[in-house]
């Protein structure tokens, strides 16, 4: 019964999808809830086995249904991902996808499949038709999705790779340490021009550490490739969203590749490129956001609101000064600009082994993209409103990268 009504629904035309969506789900709470739960549950999870391996990942299952459908959706959305993660040990799973499921925080926590169905109910003071309703919709959701760009294997399909996690680990590199420390200042510190020297400071530091990683390689055979993460840029203002996360990776030596139609950005790199990219820009939409709010709205001297243009230009210039800020700070990395451990700039003598490596990660990101995106257009954007382009620019002059002023989804 359950495998028909959500064949039913899922091969229902747009005109006669509210048709099959009260049919299936009146069929559903008129049969025997427990195995209605048990067979609908089992469901979910070929539905979500099949999205592993088509490329989804449990954030981009996750964002579909934030972008899609509502508050009960996402919740049940990630119970039944949680149901599906069952099948996979620990072991299968590779750094990024266990993060995924943390942030989620996915949890088994019904007492057998059968009972699922009535316990959220409960829960969540839905009658069977409406979560019967809420059901369907997302298993047809998921179901229709098409295949993506993988960005990692599924689960258990290959040797998970290793990465560095993003949080402080024991162990992790010096550098990584350093970093955080360096941008956890940045964000307690209350004047902006402390701050905007924290940024500077932040980005080269990742650069350096880049920069080492490049000539740690060098002339040697490595099996360090690059890889790819897929980062939420969902609307309001998606453009230049997506215009500021390619700055950040642009100047980590990463390339990215915008889905508007997902609303995720893939970010191709190095793996440890792939972290910094992910922190700093977490950090700069969170301040520029705040940053925007602080302007307030804007109005014509007619008294029309222009608020939306002011906050399109704001964050179109916010992205564009931030690309020369950080573009900057890493040049200044590979000229021989290291900081040094009370925080001053030191000028080193470059090694003759930097460029050529630094070419040859370059290079192999740009292989990673051609393989992974054959084919590829380039997007403008425009700005129409002066305002905000000028406070925007002086807004990014303000920024700090840290990557604990708030957090963004996926």
């Not at 539905?47 to 508050?71: F, I, K, N, Q, Y």
Request: aromatic residues 6%.
């Amino acid at each position: 019964m359950v495998a028909q009504a959500v064949a039913q629904v899922t091969g229902a035309e747009p005109e006669r999808l509210d048709l099959a969506l009260d049919t299936g789900a009146s069929l559903l709470a008129a049969a025997d809830w427990t195995e209605v739960s048990r067979a609908l549950v089992a469901q979910a999870e070929r539905t979500v086995s099949r999205a592993w391996t088509v490329g989804w990942r449990p954030a981009d299952l996750a964002r579909m249904v934030r972008r899609e459908l509502g508050p009960v959706h996402q919740e049940l959305g990630v119970d039944l991902i949680a149901a599906e993660q069952r099948r996979h040990p620990a072991a299968a799973l590779d750094r990024r996808w266990h993060e995924q499921l943390r942030e989620l925080a996915t949890e088994v926590w019904w007492d057998g499949d059968g009972a699922y169905l009535a316990a959220y109910a409960a829960k969540h003071r839905l009658d069977r038709f409406a979560l019967a309703t809420a059901a369907l919709e997302l298993i047809r959701l998921w179901a229709l999705l098409p295949p993506v760009t993988p960005v990692g294997p599924a689960p258990g399909a290959a040797a998970p790779v290793e990465h560095r996690a993003v949080g402080p680990v024991p162990g992790e590199p010096k550098m990584l340490s350093r970093i955080r420390a360096l941008l956890a200042k940045a964000e307690s510190t209350e004047y902006p021009e402390e701050a905007e020297a924290l940024t500077a400071k932040a980005q080269q530091l990742i650069a350096q550490h880049s920069i080492d990683e490049a000539l740690l390689t060098a002339g040697q055979d490595s099996s360090s490739t690059p890889g790819a993460v897929r980062i939420g840029v969902d609307n309001p203002y998606e453009s230049p969203k997506a215009m500021l996360l390619d700055a950040v990776a642009t100047a980590n030596r990463c390339r990215t590749v915008w889905a508007k139609e997902f609303g995720f950005c893939t970010v191709i790199g190095f793996d440890s490129d792939l972290d910094a990219v992910e922190l700093l820009y977490t950090s700069l939409l969170v301040q520029a956001t705040a940053a925007m709010q602080r302007a307030g709205s804007r109005h014509h001297k007619e008294g029309a609101s222009r608020t939306k243009s002011f906050r399109q230009s704001f964050l179109i210039a916010y992205a564009a000064r931030i690309r020369e800020r950080l573009t900057t700070a890493t040049a200044e990395a590979v000229a021989g600009h290291r900081v040094g451990e009370d925080g001053t700039a030191e000028r080193l003598a470059p090694d003759e082994r930097l460029l050529p490596a630094l070419a040859a990660r370059e290079e192999a990101v740009d292989h990673t993209v051609d393989r992974m995106f054959p084919r590829l257009t380039s997007q403008r954007v425009r700005v129409s409103n002066a305002d905000g382009w000028y406070e925007g620019r002086a807004a990014a002059d303000r920024a700090a990268l840290n990557g604990r002023s708030g957090s963004i989804t996926r």
